[in-house]
């Protein structure tokens, strides 16, 4: 996908790009790229898998959710800054925080925040459960990329979740995933209201937004230890 058919395939998402957002967009595969000759970011390297499989990727969220409703986002395991830092060039209205495990990946996001300029983003080097602890119910969209199985990514990122707020993770395959999670969700006081599903353009690789809505506050005892909630479902 190059860039001409990455602005026409997100006229599919109601996404209109400025002429500052494409060059924000431009940067951020440079600098990617450029990064990632020292530090192992992404095994996705090419500029037309960057733009299908990152970015475009990345903006499907808009299928769940009005970004123009919501304020707060924060994305958890965000790795490169997928979704989140994408979504905060694109909806540059929104107040995004970053959480991931990795120093380097932080160091990367701070100077992709500073040479574009990027205000109200905020970078957090924790492990998700850590910070869902100390930021429990402050968010509007938590959302999180193929960063573990749903049971376990829901336990760490719905104490994030504001009441009546989402979670919506990303995920490819989800139909087990979903079944083995369920009881977790209704522990934590969710339900999940849709999932979507499609496919990538060029390549067709299933994707799901499995949209799952936080109907009350999540019992303290939540999250537990990444350890425990591996070993023991809820």
Request: aromatic share 8%; glycine share 2%.
């Amino acid at each position: 996908m190059n860039k001409e058919q990455f602005e026409e395939a997100i006229t599919s998402l109601n996404i209109k790009l400025t002429e500052q957002q494409k060059e924000q967009l431009e940067k951020y595969y440079e600098l990617l790229i450029e990064w990632n000759q020292k530090f192992n970011l992404t095994r996705i390297t090419e500029k037309s898998e960057v733009y299908l499989k990152h970015f475009y990727d990345s903006l499907t969220l808009n299928k769940a959710i009005d970004f123009n409703t919501i304020e707060t986002v924060c994305d958890i395991g965000t790795g490169a800054g997928f979704p989140g830092l994408v979504l905060k060039i694109v909806f540059p209205h929104l107040k995004v925080t970053l959480v991931d495990s990795l120093q380097k990946r932080i160091n990367f996001l701070d100077e992709i925040i500073r040479i574009l300029g990027l205000k109200e983003v905020y970078t957090v080097h924790s492990r998700g459960e850590d910070y869902a602890r100390i930021h429990r119910e402050e968010y509007d969209l938590v959302t999180s990329r193929a960063v573990a199985e749903l049971r376990i990514i829901s336990e760490i990122c719905i104490p994030l979740v504001k009441e009546k707020g989402y979670f919506i993770p990303m995920k490819a395959n989800i139909n087990e995933e979903l079944e083995q999670a369920s009881s977790t969700l209704n522990k934590l006081n969710a339900t999940v209201e849709q999932v979507i599903t499609f496919y990538l353009p060029k390549e067709n690789s299933i994707r799901n937004l499995v949209k799952i809505k936080k109907e009350s506050k999540t019992d303290k005892k939540y999250p537990r230890s990444v350890d425990k909630i591996k070993k023991i479902a809820l």
